[in-house]
């Protein structure tokens, strides 16, 4: 699966708009960009997922380039809890497996 | 979504005791289920695939013979960490798979081991 490339760490004023962005310049065209969080000392919960269109769901958008090597998931309202690390994967519908990079730390501040 | 429900939540043992962990799929019957392993503040490191029947699969550098683990029904998998030492002090995570192609993991809410 393709290799991920997010920033370190990101801060956030709550009530605005969070914008992550991740970068898989060697995602291939049979590989999903999928979004998931980690609470402190939880497991990791599923955000969102896409191919090649944009994704809305309750919790988050999705926002994949046209070319694919880029995306953005964006949090419209960030909340203070909200604040945990946020992982994009890119993996191939025939995987099993998440490979988990390092991941971007948001944290949400009043 | 599906529910996944690991136990204990938190463990403290000592040196040279052995410590089991749950992870149960409670409305799904899941064939595949995966462990990860959590050291502080690094991400997620696969340990395991574990198959519901047959022997688990294992990534490179983990030893099958200190973690044990066992899938004998669609709904239970345990990791049992034998003979547990300091460094084995880690966030334990499993994951079933709940879905086919694209979607579909679901993750138990983790086990932090602590050996003395």
């Known amino acids: 699966d393709a290799k991920t490339t997010q920033p370190t760490s990101m801060d956030c004023a709550e009530g605005r708009a969070a914008n992550l962005p991740c970068n898989h310049s060697t995602i291939s065209g049979n590989e999903y960009v999928y979004w998931y969080r980690q609470i402190h000392s939880q497991g990791p919960q599923y955000i969102i997922h896409g191919l090649k269109n944009n994704e809305t769901n309750e919790m988050a958008s999705l926002i994949i380039t046209e070319d694919r090597k880029s995306s953005t998931l964006i949090l419209p309202h960030a909340t203070l809890r909200d604040t945990a690390v946020y992982y994009c994967i890119v993996r191939s519908n025939a995987g099993n497996m998440l490979t988990f990079g390092g991941g971007t730390r948001l944290m949400v501040k009043p | 979504g599906a529910v996944v429900s690991q136990h204990p939540s938190w463990v403290i043992c000592k040196s040279g005791t052995s410590v089991k962990i749950e992870c149960r799929s409670l409305d799904f019957q899941a064939t595949t289920m995966f462990w990860y392993r959590q050291f502080p503040k690094q991400s997620l490191m696969l340990m395991a695939t574990?198959?519901?029947?047959?022997?688990?699969?294992?990534e490179q550098g983990v030893e099958k013979d200190k973690f044990l683990i066992n899938h004998a029904s669609l709904t239970l998998s345990t990791l049992t960490v034998t003979s547990a030492h300091p460094e084995d002090s880690s966030f334990y995570i499993c994951s079933v798979v709940t879905g086919t192609g694209n979607y579909g993991y679901t993750f138990g809410s983790g086990t932090r081991l602590t050996v003395v």
């Open positions: 574990s198959n519901e029947g047959s022997k688990a699969t294992y």
